[in-house]
Nanobody, 122 residues
Framework: QVQLVESGGGLVQAGGSLRLSCAASGRFFSTRYMGWFRQAPGTEREFVAAIGWNAGTTYYADSVKGRFTISRDNAKNTVYLQMNSLKPEDTAVYYC???????????????WGQGTQVTVSS
């Protein structure tokens, strides 16, 4: 079991930036991908970005390409999401997730954090 703890959410004006962090602990050695998802009120959870833990290959939703950057610190077992040029439609609870699946896209992400709120005001 992998435990994930997100931090870094908050309130920001449109055009601003935030950086989310997700620290992993537990049986992390078998993790192959880590990702960020988000869920706005009344909507389904959607994929935002992911990174291959070993090779560092990155994947992004079209809606965030060019604005968000996912990265990792292998030594700290931490993944980051740098969010620039934020828009009101980026407002959501952001969740960190991890999977042991070995191929992209994975069938599922088995470990989830508790989420962190990001609010972008217009």
């Amino acid at each position: 079991q992998v435990q994930l703890v997100e931090s870094g959410g908050g309130l920001v004006q449109a055009g601003g930036s935030l950086r989310l962090s997700c620290a992993a602990s537990g049986r992390f050695f078998s993790t192959r991908y880590m990702g960020w998802f988000r869920q706005a009120p009344g909507t389904e959870r959607e994929f935002v970005a992911a990174i291959g833990w070993n090779a560092g290959t990155t994947y992004y939703a079209d809606s965030v390409k060019g604005r968000f950057t996912i990265s990792r610190d292998n030594a700290k077992n931490t993944v980051y999401l740098q969010m620039n040029s934020l828009k009101p439609e980026d407002t959501a609870v952001y969740y960190c997730a991890a999977t042991q699946r070995t191929t992209w896209p994975p069938a599922d992400f088995s470990s989830w954090g508790q989420g962190t709120q990001v609010t972008v005001s217009s």
